[in-house]
């Protein structure tokens, strides 16, 4: 009986650890649809709290975007930037392809990101905001 | 604290001091050194990092057999130390001679895994075999205890040692320490264009954001630094490697004081050193009488049935207690406010911490009615010049400090130094009155006191919901809880399996000691990567619910490890 509940409790901590991403274009996809469910949330914001906690949402998907961009970026890791090598990647069917279905995905998550920033403009000189529109900042570039 | 301990415990006390203080000067920078090295990422780092701690705890078991079939204790541990330093100058030597070195880098850490793994558990059984002797046996929980401070001690200057090193290598061609830029480097480096895209997209739209370009050169004129953007993304990683390389040095040399010791004080745990396969070979050389105990098949089977049990109950505490270097390194840099008061920032520097402690030391040997008047004046002193040195280092602080979050690594090491003569003495007034909890019992406790510590950590979740960042008092709270936890079971695990071990599966009961950490540290892996996934209080929750389980498991079998402890000794096949 113990066993069985010693190796419950470790198959089932393996199987959720294992409920990891599918591909970087359908991550960064769902993250989109997470950042549109966000600024619907923006719209009824009231309040600094709701404000914060609006954007500490955003940061959190904000986060799946960076590692779906890294993830596309790792393609080309082996080559330096500005390279012919990679100048000669840019214009291959697969690079355009990519870029052409990240482009679409990204002016969503564009257009959702300029509704948010205009919902929480009242709100941004708060301290706690402002953190967290820090965090902002600096997210994609940081590890 | 050492009346009725062998002396042969101050030298293993101090070779593994040695041995640990190398190891954590490595570990303190270890991932850093990949990122800055290789430009991994956190994950491809983790990966080297799992598999290295997983041999660390795993070899143990190897070097146990080494040790209980063919070399003995002493010669195996040092042995081991050799194979170490062999390691830790490989690991040193990409930063010095520019190899090119994932290779040597992996040949490296698998040396310094092996030698760890005929140091560690034959240092402890050797321990154990210390206090075999009936006049020193009932000390032996206590004996751990002390032993296990000494690991901490290593541990707690470790960090600062490496970045001492690294800073100061650094200082040398007018850099300072930044952690972030070997990936922005990397990052400048290679062609992101998908990333470069995003960060357009979001700059558009919030004002203050920057490109990795933007932020390497805000850094470049902090650091007056005057040539061009490519030269600086080569030389401050470069600059930084040697750094690291330095630090692995340092960490060779540690393993050579350890050794000098080991070797130099033999006498001192000589007549201990001797395995049960020595001892029949002695006597049968001799045409002796073979003395050696003999255990019956069926009483070695309970040992072993209770040591396996154990072994699954502590993976789960160390699956739990390893979060200190991972998820809750994650909390203190994501979710604690970095910038504290002056107050709070006394905790940080060592410069003050230290002193403080020390003070704080004085103060107790100067109120406890106890103390004879030499101690009293000794506590005074330690008062007076501890709260003078604190409050120098006060008064030199900024008016913001900002903490990093890898100092939170310093409380346990700490923590275990200074609540180690406080629990031993505890232990030891109740065994006084009869009331010392036996050491499975202690294990128990350790696995629910686990819980609470990450109770506390659960509570500060549910109040993230409202702010940005806690106050580190919460993550303090919690690593103090969680040192409590860890002095009542992992010191009197290690003395349990000395314990109960049948005789001749002494170095290999406690390979599988360090084999179940070696488990447990993989599950924190596991279990780590549910962080992305839950909410924060949800994991944290997780945690809590595991130990608990665990704590009602041990309960649940106490019977059988008590007995298992209990049983006699001597009993002949």
Redesign the interface.
């Known amino acids: 009986m113990r066993l069985i509940v010693i190796s419950s409790l470790l198959a089932g901590m393996i199987f959720m650890a294992g409920c990891g991403s599918e591909t970087p274009m359908k991550d960064m996809r769902s993250a989109a649809k997470e950042i549109d469910k966000i600024e619907q949330q923006s719209k009824q914001v009231q309040n600094k709290e709701e404000a914060f906690t609006v954007l500490r949402d955003l940061n959190g998907a904000m986060k799946d975007v960076r590692e779906s961009a890294l993830t596309l970026d790792e393609k080309y890791s082996d080559m330096k930037a500005g390279s012919e090598e990679f100048q000669k990647a840019k214009q291959s069917e697969d690079f355009q392809q990519t870029m052409q279905e990240f482009n679409k995905i990204r002016s969503d998550i564009d257009a959702s990101l300029a509704a948010i920033s205009k919902n929480l403009e009242p709100y941004k000189d708060d301290k706690e905001v402002k953190k967290m529109l820090e965090k902002l900042q600096t997210l994609l570039i940081s590890r | 604290m050492l009346k009725g301990h062998p002396k042969g415990l101050l030298v293993a006390f101090f070779a593994n001091m040695g041995e640990r203080f190398g190891y954590y000067t490595m570990l303190a920078i270890f991932v850093l050194y990949l ?1 800055a090295n290789f ?1 991994f ?2 994950s491809q780092a983790g990966d080297y990092y799992g598999g290295f701690l997983f041999g660390i705890y795993f070899l143990p078991i190897l070097g146990g057999i080494v040790a209980d079939r063919l070399l003995g204790y002493g010669k195996t541990i040092a042995l081991g130390t050799v194979i170490m330093f062999v390691g830790y100058m490989l690991l040193a030597s990409p930063g010095f001679f520019a190899m090119q070195g994932k290779v040597i880098i992996i040949i490296s850490l698998f040396v310094i895994s092996l030698g760890t793994g005929f140091f560690k558990g034959n240092l402890q059984a050797l321990t154990g075999k210390l206090y075999d002797d009936p006049k020193f046996a009932p000390n032996r929980d206590n004996a751990f205890n002390i032993f296990y401070m000494g690991i901490n001690i290593g541990a707690f200057f470790a960090p600062h040692a490496a970045t001492g090193v690294v800073n100061w290598m650094l200082s040398g061609k007018n850099f300072s320490y930044e952690s ?1 830029i070997p ?2 480097s990397n ?9 470069d ?3 357009n ?2 700059q ?3 004002a ?5 370009t933007e ?1 390497l050169q805000h850094f470049m004129g902090e650091m007056n630094f005057a040539g061009g953007l490519q030269e600086f993304i080569t030389e401050y990683p470069t600059t930084l490697s040697k750094g690291y390389s330095g630090a692995f040095a340092v960490a060779a040399i540690s393993m050579l004081v350890s050794l000098i010791i080991f070797t130099a004080f033999r006498k001192y745990y000589k007549h201990a050193d001797i395995t049960e396969k020595q001892k029949q070979q002695k006597a049968a050389k001799e045409g002796k009488k073979d003395e050696t105990v003999k255990m019956s098949k069926e009483e070695e089977k309970k040992r072993l049935v209770a040591l396996g049990l154990v072994f ?1 109950t502590v993976a789960f505490f160390w699956m739990a207690f390893h979060q200190n270097g991972f998820t809750l390194t994650i909390f203190a840099r994501d979710f604690t406010v970095s910038d504290v008061s002056r107050f709070d920032y006394l905790f940080f520097d060592l410069r003050s911490f230290l002193p403080l402690l020390a003070a704080i030391g004085g103060l107790i040997l100067l109120l406890r009615r106890k103390s004879s008047t030499r101690n009293k004046a000794i506590g005074g002193g330690l008062l007076v010049v501890g709260a003078g040195l604190a409050y120098w280092a006060y008064s030199t602080f900024a008016a913001n400090p900002k903490i990093e979050p890898q100092l939170f690594q310093h409380f346990n090491p700490i923590f275990i130094v200074f609540l180690t003569p406080l629990i031993v003495g505890f232990f030891t007034w109740l065994r006084k009155r009869g009331k010392e909890p036996t050491s499975p019992r202690k294990i128990g406790i350790g696995m629910f006191l686990t819980a609470a510590g990450f109770v506390v950590m659960m509570t500060g979740a549910f109040k993230l ?5 806690l106050s580190p008092y919460w993550l303090i709270g919690t690593y103090l809880t969680l040192t409590v936890a860890e002095l009542f079971l992992s010191p009197i695990g290690i003395s349990f399996v000395a314990k109960v071990a049948p005789p001749r599966f002494s170095g290999l009961a406690q390979g599988g000691w360090l084999g179940a950490t070696a488990i447990g540290n993989l ?1 924190a892996g ?2 780590g ?2 962080w ?2 839950v909410e924060i209080w949800q994991f944290f929750a997780l945690l809590v619910g ?1 130990t608990i ?1 665990s704590g009602i ?1 041990i309960f ?2 106490m019977r059988i490890l008590e007995n298992a402890s209990k049983s006699d000794q001597t009993s002949q096949e």
Do not use: C, E, R, W
């Not at chain 2, 990052?187 to 990333?195: D, G, I, K, Y």
């Open positions: 990122q430009g990422n956190a972030t990936h922005l990052l400048q480096a290679t062609p992101h264009p998908f990333l895209k995003m960060t997209t979001v558009a739209n919030f203050g954001v920057q490109t990795y932020k699954v919901q409202s702010m940005t960042g599950l596991l279990v990567k549910l992305d996934i595991l389980l498991f649940s079998i």
